[in-house]
């Protein structure tokens, strides 16, 4: 059955001027109908009396009469329905978006060719793709051109083709290829070096070699966590009003280590949901959960605190199902999700998972904190010890001031001294027979000396690195549903539970917690996560996912392109035990991903949004890779992984646009040079450099990036203080690289840049504006002046500088430098 | 600053470069590019460079009556008890327990404090009169706004959702309190893009001792592209970040740079027929007319004497004043949304914060520029095809609160705001509250409303202005809002 269910379940690719083939009714049109018009239209419900859920009853039609009349779509009212053109009748579905052009084509095309069914159909809706699990074997299409094919990923992108009788691209050129992986795998563009000897190395493996070479690089780490990142809202403040700053990037470090050492995703996600519940917990899985603290924090006079807490609580919810189930939970919290099956009742019980937590900050000292502790601990016992010897050798001084001392006088002394006179002289502590010694010895410097020692290094607490995690309360909170999602309309309780549209708990699990949901999304037998996974690995080499809307895998999404593709990519994922480096190496050793990404005018025909991949897509680097590739180019990188977030150069002003002015202390040194993922994050005055290339804005959970291309980009890139100075130094780089000869300098600073030589006509080109620029700096000296850089190198030509320093910011300026090709 | 290099001569120049280039570069590419390269050349042989933009302006769902908005936002919540909504049975009542009745199943913020210490009903102190032709009462303390309130429609019922600052900041700007919605600007700009073609769209200016609370969020855009995301132009130093040049950069250095970066750009987008080099080429040129553009903007020497002092502009002091002009300059320029924000108006009671000395201040700050912009849109001819929105994020309560000096708490079931030109009715008082200024009783105007009626005043059905993300089409009305018929010439 399960099969059938899965033919069934395979939505039409929506490529227009495909086939003459007939249109089947049990793979196109029961799919569509089942989610368009069942809801009002099927056993539960029948408006109009009309049931549209087998093809039998679709042509007896309603109370209008029939809805179909075969061979004759223009007299259908079925199609006037959903055109929104029937006489008397809303547009169908009823208040539901429109079905799209090509699902209506479909449609009169099935009804043109007569509105055939399968006389046997039963009346059953069709179970959404997403949720039918993976077949266990996803067989492998085969293809006639065997040669092109290097794994089989490749067989499914090219039976396809085939099918569509495109051929696919050519593979790049090796330059381009190198770029491609090296940013894709790493964030940073190659060296010439790396680049000369990739070119140089003929042996027929050298691309898997290079391939293995960047996976194990520790930037690996830095951009695929950073990818991660955006699913956890990862920033270093609290957000909202006051936005005041937070210390949580030891989960960042978490994060890109957990990478790179390939931690089995399923692993990694329990560690982050529940790392604190784990038996026998490690710092490293307490450091994990701060997944789920990177929601904002409102700090603003005034508010109910349980109101935000529940804010919070409705984000991690949002969060999870989003970033490991694919849907759109964040509707259920109002009422029943109206496309999918999830009810109100299941967002709750998923949200009581997440109620029963508290939210400490975790105290993490690193090596030097805890030399110094150990040091500080030392001098605490030595003082501790000398004060005690002389507290002691005074024993008999205070047993005697003591004795001396008579009721009258006792009575007049302060409470505290009483006190201590009260409690036997064996059951003193340090503290009360100093209080005693205070009493005889108050002027002794000796005494003063080892008094103040011993308080001061008690009192030095020592400023240790902290960072945000979570902790299961012991006492679980109460959990209701809240009516319309309003935190103060309190309806039935609920205790924690998953969605029954997915598998469910283990039979033996007793008062389910986080530790057991953490599990359960992983368990092989949730059809979800590894596809979801995959797909949004896929996504960042190809620019879409085989499903597009990665964030929705519901009925309401766009069904993938390649469903068995990603049916055997998710198989894969299980089988290589959730190793994702596993997963990042069939795909860029993949012919598929290999593929020039030249466009083709077959192709803008054909399919132009590209969905069946008969070449790579283009696309504009993230944010932070931005910078990253500009900062290598320049030479100016500080390449180190990990540690406290840094503050590189902002323009004027930009911390003035939030509520509280917070403070930014611009970097010196090698911390100016960081990538761009380590810049401090405020929330409410985020990075201007990173958020004008759509870096997100980490207030809710982001899994995918839109790319826009606007004049502020090139404003930033253009006059960006940052930027001047990386161009600055792009030009002493080449001049003191390339010692003579202007048009190697060209050449090298074009290689720097964009990985390629040059094309003579652009070397020419550059050529000029160089000879023009010197040319000009003659008559204009003291321009050239202005436009040094701050440490002029003492014997530093100022007019050649100048000019270099033009060439460089072209170069840095290039579409092609901030793409990936 | 820039400023243009002569526009004839370096046209020619640039004519005659990128002919040269390409009469190079056409040599060795394949028929394919060279086609591709023949229709570029016709493309920029009558104007120089004109390219795709997604901000060029587009028509809406039937025709509009307002082409551009000004939306004065007074963060923090201006006290319409104060101001504008006029309660004599609230003065009478001073200091009098509030009846239990306006208090069940509301919430407050500082809510915690009720128990210990229950606010009691505040008068205001201020004076009202009735002016125009229209009657509405205004309060002395908006002298100028008085003048003006036959220009205008006051609503007195506008209601939110949300009482603490940032949500309902946000509330307003994007008809949610959940983040990651587009604001009101961007969707604006989203369904209709800009007449301007070297300002931004959608321009955000702020005055005050305070940026507003939430910060970017406010103008965001959300999940749609972040090409529609509001422009911050500040009151010092640069309008715009990385508007100047680098040092030592001259405009025509600049230009050169520009041109230079156009040859390799286009001569790559032969090569990889990629569109999106087309759209990034484009930038470079609205990024290059910004550079002349801004500046001349904010520079404020070609406006007589009389309109800054209309507006009672200090020279060279950022302030709302200016920026109340500056809004006017950026609509004549095209730009389609500009919003302008104002703080204090967080009037709790306590320093700073008073509904004495400290509202006396801000609402000096903005009476005479708000209605100077009125009366200088009028005199142009502007108000006829711009429409002004006045308000905070929520109103004040009719209770007191128990604190040093005066002040009221936030209250989100009515408050006062404003709008006046195209398409709204001029000289009316709209919406009724309760005697003692706690809800409304009639004409209730929610968040959703408002919004719902700005767009259609722009020739937006706001059911139909959508947005696909995960799997759902978003608006800004979410699902509801209904037309202020009312309000609406």
Request: charged letters at 25%; hydrophobic letters at 35%; aromatic letters at 8%.
């Amino acid at each position: 059955m399960n099969w059938l269910v899965r033919i069934l379940s395979l939505m039409a690719l929506t490529v227009p001027a495909l086939s003459a083939e007939q249109v089947n009714y049990l793979k196109e049109i029961k799919p569509l109908l089942s989610g368009a018009c069942y809801q009002c239209h099927s056993e539960t419900q029948q408006k109009g009396g009309l049931r549209l859920d087998t093809g039998a009853n679709a042509r007896k039609g309603g109370e209008k009469g029939a809805v179909i009349v075969p061979g004759r779509s223009d007299e259908s009212l079925l199609i006037k329905a959903v055109m929104g053109v029937a006489k008397d009748l809303p547009r169908m579905p009823y208040k539901k978006s429109p079905l799209d052009d090509e699902k209506v084509a479909l449609l009169k095309k099935w009804i043109d060719e007569g509105a055939k069914s399968p006389a046997n159909e039963k009346a059953e809706s069709v179970l959404h793709w997403a949720f039918v699990p993976s077949p266990a074997v996803v067989p492998v299409p085969s293809v006639k051109q065997t040669k092109w094919p290097r794994n089989d990923i490749d067989h499914f992108i090219l039976a396809r083709l085939e099918k569509q009788h495109i051929k696919p691209s050519p593979e790049a050129d090796r330059v381009t290829l190198i770029r491609r992986v090296s940013l894709d795998l790493t964030g940073l563009p190659p060296s010439i070096a790396e680049v000369d000897e990739f070119l140089k190395d003929k042996r027929a493996d050298a691309y898997d070699r290079l391939v293995e070479r960047l996976l194990g690089s520790k930037h690996y780490g830095e951009r695929w966590g950073r990818h991660w990142l955006d699913a956890a809202r990862y920033a270093d403040s609290n957000g909202y009003s006051i936005d005041a700053p937070r210390q949580i990037w030891k989960y960042r470090d978490w994060v890109i280590h957990a990478f790179n050492r390939d931690m089995p995703f399923d692993e990694f996600t329990i560690d982050q949901l529940a790392g604190d519940l784990r038996p026998n917990a490690t710092l490293e899985q307490k450091v994990a959960t701060g997944f789920h603290r990177n929601t904002q924090i409102n700090q603003e006079g005034g508010i109910d605190k349980e109101q935000f807490r529940v804010e919070s609580i409705v984000d991690r919810v949002n969060t999870t199902a989003g970033t490991w189930l694919g849907l759109t939970m964040g509707c259920a919290q109002c009422h029943d999700h109206k496309f999918d099956p999830i009810a109100q009742k299941e967002y709750y019980q998923l949200f009581a998972f997440l109620n029963n937590q508290e939210e400490p900050d975790l105290e993490i000292p690193s090596a030097p904190d805890l030399q110094r502790q150990e040091t500080l601990r030392k001098e605490f016992t030595s003082a501790e010890n000398e004060l005690k010897a002389y507290v002691d050798s005074a024993a008999g001084d205070v047993s005697m001031w003591q004795k001396s001392l008579s009721p009258e006088q006792v009575a007049k002394l302060k409470p505290e001294i009483k006190t201590v006179l009260e409690t036997p002289f064996d059951k003193r502590t340090l503290k009360q027979k100093l209080v005693l010694v205070d009493q005889i010895r108050k002027g002794n410097e000796d005494y003063k000396r080892k008094k103040s020692q011993f308080t001061k290094f008690e009192k030095t607490k020592l400023d240790l690195t902290t960072t945000m995690v979570l902790q299961e309360r012991s006492e679980p909170r109460q959990s209701y549903l809240f009516i319309k999602g309003d935190f103060t309309r309190h309806g039935d309780i609920v205790t924690p539970g998953v969605p029954k549209i997915l598998p469910p708990l283990p039979a033996e699990t007793k008062n389910p917690n986080r530790l057991d949901l953490a599990k359960w999304l992983v368990d092989p037998k949730n059809p979800l996560p590894a596809r979801v996974t995959m797909n949004r690995i896929w996504m960042q080499y190809f620019a879409k996912g085989i499903v597009e809307t990665e964030n929705d895998f519901g009925t309401q999404g766009s069904g993938p392109s390649h469903p068995e593709l990603l049916d055997w990519l998710a198989n894969e994922f299980l089988r290589q035990k959730w190793s994702q480096k596993a997963m990042h190496r069939l795909i860029v050793t993949s012919a598929t991903y290999r593929q020039s990404s030249r466009a083709r005018p077959d192709l803008n025909i054909l399919d132009p949004y590209n969905k069946l991949l008969a070449r790579q897509n283009r696309f504009r680097l993230d944010a932070e890779v931005v910078r990253d590739v500009e900062l290598t180019v320049s030479g100016l990188l500080n390449d180190e992984v990990g540690g406290p977030s840094v503050f590189p150069p902002i323009p004027d002003g930009v911390m003035t646009l939030g509520q509280s002015k917070r403070e930014w202390k611009t970097s010196e040194g090698p911390a100016r040079y960081r990538r761009g993922m380590y810049t401090f994050f405020y929330r409410a005055t985020p990075p201007p450099g990173l958020m004008v290339f759509d870096a997100p804005e980490t207030t809710s959970t982001c899994t995918r990036r839109l790319r826009s291309n606007t004049p502020l980009q090139s404003l930033t890139l253009l006059n960006d203080a940052g930027f001047m100075e990386f161009a600055q130094s792009l030009a002493l780089r080449v001049l003191k690289e390339v010692p003579e000869n202007d048009n190697a300098r060209i050449d090298h600073a074009f290689r720097l840049c964009l990985s390629r030589e040059p094309k003579r006509d652009e070397q020419q080109r550059l050529r000029e504006l160089l000879d023009s620029q010197l040319k000009s700096y003659d008559s204009q000296p003291e321009e050239a002046k202005a436009l040094s850089p701050k440490n002029l190198p003492a014997h530093a030509n100022v007019k050649q500088l100048a000019a270099w320093t033009t060439v460089s910011r072209v170069l840095l300026n290039l579409d092609e430098t901030i793409t990936r090709e | 600053m820039l400023s243009a290099p002569n526009d004839f001569q370096s046209d020619k120049l640039r004519e005659s470069t990128r002919r040269q280039f390409f009469g190079r570069c056409v040599m060795g590419l394949g028929s394919i590019a060279l086609a591709s390269l023949l229709s570029e050349q016709k493309l920029f042989a009558a104007e120089p460079v004109k390219l795709v933009n997604p901000l060029d302006p587009r028509p809406g769902h039937f025709p509009a009556k307002v082409k551009n908005i000004i939306y004065l936002f007074m963060a923090g919540g201006p006290s319409q008890l104060e101001l504008f909504d006029y309660k004599p049975k609230l003065v009478e009542l001073n200091g009098k327990p509030i009846p239990d009745s306006y208090l069940k199943g509301k919430r407050f913020a500082f809510m915690d404090t009720f128990a210990k210490d229950p606010p009691k009903l505040l008068g205001t102190r201020r004076k009202f009169a009735q002016h125009g032709n229209s009657g509405a009462w205004v309060s002395e303390l908006f002298p100028h706004t008085a003048g003006i309130v036959d220009d205008i429609s006051l609503v007195h019922s506008c209601a939110t959702d949300v009482f603490n600052h940032a949500p309902a900041k946000l509330f307003m700007n994007t008809g949610s309190s959940q983040f990651g919605r587009p604001s009101m600007g961007a969707w604006v700009t989203y369904g209709i893009g800009s007449e301007s073609k070297d300002l931004p769209g959608f321009v955000v200016l702020q005055s005050g001792p305070r940026g507003p609370r939430g910060g970017a969020v406010n103008w965001a855009s959300g999940f749609l592209p972040t090409t529609y995301q509001g422009v911050p132009l500040r009151g010092q130093g640069e309008p715009i970040l990385n508007l100047s040049s680098p040092q030592g950069v001259s405009a025509n250095r600049q230009r050169q740079t520009i041109d230079a970066i156009r040859d390799l750009n286009l001569k790559r987008l032969v090569e990889t027929g990629d569109e999106e080099i087309r759209t990034r080429i484009s930038a470079y040129e609205m990024a290059y007319r910004m550079q002349s553009s801004a500046p001349e903007l904010i520079d404020l020497s070609s406006e007589t004497q009389a309109t800054k002092d209309l507006y009672g502009i200090t020279e060279g002091e950022p302030s709302f004043a200016r920026n109340c002009l500056l809004a006017r300059r950026l609509v004549e320029r095209g730009s389609r949304f500009v919003q302008l924000y104002h703080t204090n108006w967080d009037s709790h009671g306590g320093p700073g914060e008073d509904l004495e000395k400290s509202f006396e201040k801000v609402t000096r700050e903005v009476d005479q520029p708000c209605a100077a912009l009125i009366k200088d849109l009028k005199q142009r001819g502007m108000l006829d095809d711009t429409l002004v929105i006045w308000g905070g994020e929520f109103g004040r309560t009719p209770m007191g609160e128990n604190r040093d000096s005066t002040g009221r708490n936030h209250h989100i079931d009515s408050f006062t705001m404003w709008f006046a030109g195209a398409g709204v009715k001029a000289g009316q008082v709209l919406g009724q509250t309760d005697e003692l200024g706690f809800s409304p009783v009639e004409d209730r105007c929610h968040v959703h409303d408002i919004h719902a009626t700005i767009l259609h005043l722009l020739g937006l059905e706001h059911t139909r202005l959508t947005f696909r993300f995960q799997g759902r089409d978003f608006r800004l009305t979410d699902v509801h809002g209904e037309l202020i018929h009312k309000l609406m010439a």
